[in-house]
């Protein structure tokens, strides 16, 4: 075989020749060549998320548009919170949560209008991110079309809805909006 040399680019990632060499190496016969996270789509062990709410949307989403019944998402305080906050606005049928060994997950039951499955979504937006997080005071919460859609806001007292934070008289970080 072939002695692979490091070589880094410009960018400081490591050359192709290496990268091929270390694929093709011995590896488990349960693990494929384009990786173990590409096999058991449920799975969401060993990936690393930098941002559960976005990641949580972009799963929601992308199961949405393959008319998907139900997604698996990492188990947070956070995702449960919107996962109530959805079920009790009448985005999802329900959520169930999955405890095993070494990783929790939350499966979402996805809610569809008729026979030809027309999603309850029309989008799901994150907002806030890690590198730009969105604030907003009491009086400065978005209504989301007219108060068709709702905002979640991550606050002092916990995670809610734009409409529950405008009782409380409270304001927090956006963290998405769904219509």
């Not at 400081?12 to 173990?36: E, Q």
């Not at 996805?110 to 999603?119: D, R, S």
Request: aromatic share 6%; with cysteine.
């Amino acid at each position: 075989m072939k002695k692979p040399y490091l070589f880094f680019n410009s960018w400081g990632c490591l050359s192709a020749n290496l990268l091929n060499s270390l694929l093709s190496t011995a590896r488990p016969a349960s693990v494929s060549k384009a990786g173990p996270h590409l096999e058991a789509s449920n799975r969401t062990k060993n990936i690393m998320v930098n941002h559960t709410v976005s990641d949580m949307i972009t799963r929601v989403r992308n199961a949405i548009r393959v008319k998907k019944s139900t997604v698996r998402i990492r188990l947070t305080h956070v995702t449960k919170s919107i996962s109530e906050i959805l079920k009790r606005e009448g985005y999802i049928e329900d959520y169930i949560i999955h405890n095993l060994v070494g990783e929790s997950n939350l499966e979402l039951v996805l809610k569809y209008h008729g026979k030809k499955m027309t999603p309850v979504f029309t989008n799901l937006k994150a907002i806030s991110r890690p590198g730009v997080r969105f604030y907003a005071g009491t009086k400065e919460i978005p209504q989301v079309l007219d108060g068709l859609g709702i905002s979640i806001l991550s606050t002092s007292q916990g995670i809610f809805t734009d409409k529950d934070a405008r009782k409380i008289g409270i304001g927090g970080e956006i963290l998405c909006m769904i219509w």
